[in-house]
Nanobody
Framework: QVQLVESGGGLVQAGGSLRLSCAASGSIFSINAMNWYRQAPGNERELVASINSGSVTKYADSVKGRFTISRDNAKIAVYLLMNSLKPEDTAVYYC????????????????WGQGTQVTVSS
């Protein structure tokens, strides 16, 4: 019954910024990591940013220096601040979480949101 819901997507001009939010709900016992993926039409889904339980962050080379991932442990939420957006950043962005639930102690599962559209115009 874990759910992830993204918000904050939209249309922005190149060079602009957007802040994506993802809120998790359900009986989450522990958080291993939270991630942002994206998928453009005709392309494979790719990992763009991640943050683990120790708040260590990682970024894809294509977004490093422009995107910032952060989390709010109390709210089980993750955010993606996207600066200096480029048309190539246009994609559906998906929130992903690696969680252990109270119903399955010690079992880590991957959960996905429905995605939010980000369109960057020239």
């Amino acid at each position: 019954q874990v759910q992830l819901v993204e918000s904050g997507g939209g249309l922005v001009q190149a060079g602009g910024s957007l802040r994506l939010s993802c809120a998790a709900s359900g009986s989450i016992f522990s958080i291993n990591a939270m991630n942002w993926y994206r998928q453009a039409p005709g392309n494979e889904r790719e990992l763009v940013a991640s943050i683990n339980s120790g708040s260590v962050t990682k970024y894809a080379d294509s977004v490093k220096g422009r995107f910032t991932i952060s989390r709010d442990n109390a709210k089980i939420a993750v955010y993606l601040l996207m600066n200096s957006l480029k048309p190539e950043d246009t994609a559906v962005y998906y929130c992903n979480g690696l969680f252990t639930t109270a119903q399955a102690m010690g079992v880590r599962r991957s959960y996905w949101g429905q995605g939010t559209q980000v369109t960057v115009s020239s």
